[in-house]
């Protein structure tokens, strides 16, 4: 499909797209496409999904550095800044890159956080590179979306004694089998908060359309995580790498 095109040939090797991809049947494609051809709209999907305060707070401080995998537009690494001397953000979408080089540069942040060029499967640090390594919302039992290839990767760049951190994690039964312990944070229900009832109802039918049905039509702008059928952004995975 002419939408491929936007992939070189180092993101199509390290995602693992084979030559009949369809987006239309491979969601994980279609999100990388997504990226690519349309991160200011992935930008206000990230916006709009909050991450519980208690997952943030649960994360160590006063560290030398951190690395997060999968960055994206920073959902995550803006919550980072201030937690270590230094802040490696890995992200292999460009798109993605820019927009959070552009959000750094506003907070005055970029001289503590270097954002790079960089896979799952092939970080571009050193081993016990960091105290913490961390990845939210992205690391999947698939090879090309992490697997126990990226699984491993992140362990390497941990120093012993540091923590691999996996935030919002799905498939918690596969990590748990290679030693990750959860930890989940309850209090009020949580919500997507979109910017207005009108993007409510139009992103809702872009990215959570077996929950459309609960928004469309509606006048809120807050929609609870139940009402779209997923998982609220409130636990994490964790494994202490041994000394």
């Not at 969601?27 to 496409?33: F, K, M, N, T």
């Not at 081993?127 to 090309?144: I, K, M, N, R």
């Amino acid at each position: 499909m002419a939408e491929l095109a936007v992939l070189t040939a180092e993101e199509t090797r390290h995602l693992g797209v084979p030559d009949d991809a369809d987006p239309r049947s491979d969601e994980p494609l279609a999100w990388e496409l997504l990226y690519r051809l349309e991160p200011e709209l992935y930008e206000r999907l990230v916006a709009a999904e909050r991450l519980h305060p208690d997952v943030v707070a649960w994360l160590p401080q006063g560290l030398d550095r951190i690395v997060e995998v999968g960055a994206g537009t920073g959902r995550l690494t803006l919550e980072l800044v201030g937690r270590a001397r230094e802040v490696v953000a890995i992200e292999p979408a460009a798109p993605l890159r820019g927009i959070l080089e552009r959000k750094l540069a506003a907070l005055d942040a970029e001289r503590r956080v270097r954002v790079v060029y960089g896979f799952f499967d092939e970080l571009p640090v050193p081993d016990d590179f960091a105290e913490l390594v961390v990845a939210c919302s992205v690391l999947t039992p698939a090879a090309g979306h992490g697997g126990d290839a990226g699984l491993a990767e992140m362990e390497r760049a941990c120093r012993p004694g540091g923590s691999v951190v996996i935030v919002w994690p799905n498939e918690l039964p596969w990590l748990a089998a290679r030693g990750y312990r959860h930890v989940g944070f309850d209090g009020d229900e949580m919500a997507v908060e979109f910017a207005s009832p009108e993007e409510a109802a139009e992103l809702t039918e872009i990215f959570y359309p077996r929950g459309a049905g609960g928004v469309r039509g509606g006048c809120r702008s807050r929609v609870p995580y139940s009402v779209l059928g997923v998982n609220p952004p409130c636990d994490l995975a964790y494994k202490v790498i041994a000394e």
